[in-house]
């Protein structure tokens, strides 16, 4: 089965950069949606693809996916992006949906 | 406003089964997916499966094949997750979501805000 491996956590200081990554097998052929959670509340989505944001998304979050690598980025990071992230793709071999181990975004 | 509703939180004992809810509003329940993700304590987001309740179709991850039953009465706009005989193991928080087609893909993109099952 297909597998989304995660680093486990990321750290960044406030009104930097954060870059959360998402490896796969040539991940970069298929669609990736990237999730939030915060502490004690259900997942959002945040973003399809690249730059497809939901309504109430700002525009500090981008992604980007290559090869064997999606990344979510948050430009301008605020203490309220403090969450787990998880990247999402649909295994169309497999007719499943598949998550990453998640990403806990801490910021300093 | 799409809504997903949940039950509420559930405690059993090993060896009993359950049943929970998701009541969806807001839009047409029968013309939509709805997946089960499961997560368990300090743990990451797993995909259980789906159901179309329109006919009642599903598709099962096979971690959760066999180990749960997902089905759907379309006339209440319900969806549910069920399980014959409940292990310590089952203790989680489970999630319904919308799931909803992207240019060939799946994603999920309202969620309920989650039964928490206890087995003790």
Not at chain 1, 89 to 105: A, E, R
Request: net charge neutral; with cysteine.
């Amino acid at each position: 089965s297909y597998v989304l491996t995660q680093s486990p956590s990321v750290s960044v200081a406030p009104g930097k950069t954060a870059r959360i990554t998402c490896g796969g097998d040539n991940i970069g052929s298929k669609i990736v949606h990237w999730y939030q959670q915060k502490a004690g509340q259900a997942p959002v989505v945040v973003l399809s693809e690249e730059n497809d944001r939901p309504s109430g998304i700002p525009d500090r979050f981008s992604g980007s996916n290559s090869g064997n690598t999606a990344t979510l980025t948050i430009t301008s990071v605020e203490a309220g992006d403090e969450a787990d992230y998880y990247c999402q793709v649909w295994d169309i071999y497999t007719d499943q949906s598949v998550f990453g181990g998640g990403t806990q975004l801490t910021v300093l | 406003e799409v809504r997903l509703v949940q039950s509420g939180a559930e405690v059993k004992k090993p060896g009993e089964s359950l049943k929970i809810s998701c009541q969806g509003s807001g839009f047409t329940f029968s013309h939509y997916f709805i997946a089960w993700v499961r997560q368990m304590p300090g743990k990451g987001l797993e995909w259980i499966g789906v159901v179309y309740p329109g006919d009642s179709e599903t598709k099962y991850s096979p971690s959760f094949q066999g180990q749960v039953t997902i089905s759907a009465d379309k006339s209440i706009n319900t969806a549910y997750l069920q399980w014959s005989s409940l292990k310590a193991s089952d203790t989680a928080m489970y999630y319904c979501a919308r799931h909803r087609k992207y240019s060939g893909s799946y994603f999920n993109d309202y969620w309920g805000q989650g039964t928490l099952v206890t087995v003790s």
